[in-house]
């Protein structure tokens, strides 16, 4: 294979804890980045941040993280944050690696313009990329697999070890570097050619598979008479 190795592939992988779902309003509460270089060597770097709103009880059943606990032991929130986009942002030309990237990327770069702080495309002087997004790879390369498509149930589908630790923002990562890993070693990736894309090419295959995605499902929302919402931009 002349494009993509199937081990020790060089990611810097992104995953938050937050208040809820929101990208716009809610609020990241933990993060986590894990660099795997060239040669397999993992360095991993977490924090915990100084809510700014209330943890609702529902987002603290599912992350174990309390706002009155975040208060006590959380840092400094804007220092944190321009930490996070600094540690994603120190090398030059990162593949940044997410489950869900709209998601992560998405409520950092809000957060980021909340407290007036240089986003990632400014910081490295071009649009983010390339990203690996193992949600929107399944979904391209084994589109009639049965079961839902959390990070749980796609790792389990490729055979990928799960972290004892999910529903925290380190144990996610680690799944998700896994789950790509069992990914881009399956006939299924095989099969889609993605062994011979370049980095480059793969993240603009992942845009336009997540474009068809959005537009089959909107389809099948309007076939059954409800409102299209999903998006087709990615990341």
Do not use: C
């Not at 809820?20 to 993992?42: M, Q, Y």
């Not at 996070?84 to 990162?94: N, Y």
């Amino acid at each position: 294979m002349s494009g993509l190795p199937h081990q020790h592939l060089p990611v810097l992988g992104l995953d938050t804890e937050t208040t809820g779902v929101d990208v716009k309003k809610d609020r990241i509460v933990t993060a986590a980045i894990v660099h795997r270089a060239a040669d397999g060597t993992i360095t991993e770097r977490t924090w915990l941040l100084q809510p700014d709103i209330d943890i609702p009880p529902r987002a603290t059943a599912i992350h174990g993280i309390s706002t009155e606990y975040a208060r006590q032991h959380g840092q400094e929130r804007t220092a944190g944050l321009d930490e996070i986009a600094s540690a994603l942002t120190a090398d030059a030309a990162p593949t940044l690696l997410a489950f869900n990237a709209p998601f992560d990327l998405g409520i950092l770069a809000a957060e980021l313009r909340r407290v007036s702080l240089p986003g990632l495309a400014e910081r490295l002087g071009r649009p983010v990329g390339p990203v690996l997004d193992p949600l929107v790879i399944d979904r391209a390369i084994w589109p009639r697999r049965r079961g839902k498509r959390t990070l749980v149930d796609v790792a389990e589908a490729y055979g990928a070890n799960i972290s004892e630790d999910l529903h925290d923002a380190l144990g996610d990562i680690r799944t998700t570097i896994a789950a790509l890993d069992a990914m881009l070693a399956s006939p299924y990736a095989q099969a889609a050619g993605l062994g011979d894309m370049t980095m480059d090419e793969l993240h603009a295959w992942q845009v336009k598979s997540r474009a068809e995605w959005a537009a089959d499902f909107n389809r099948w929302l309007r076939s059954q008479g409800r409102t299209p919402n999903a998006d087709p931009t990615w990341p």
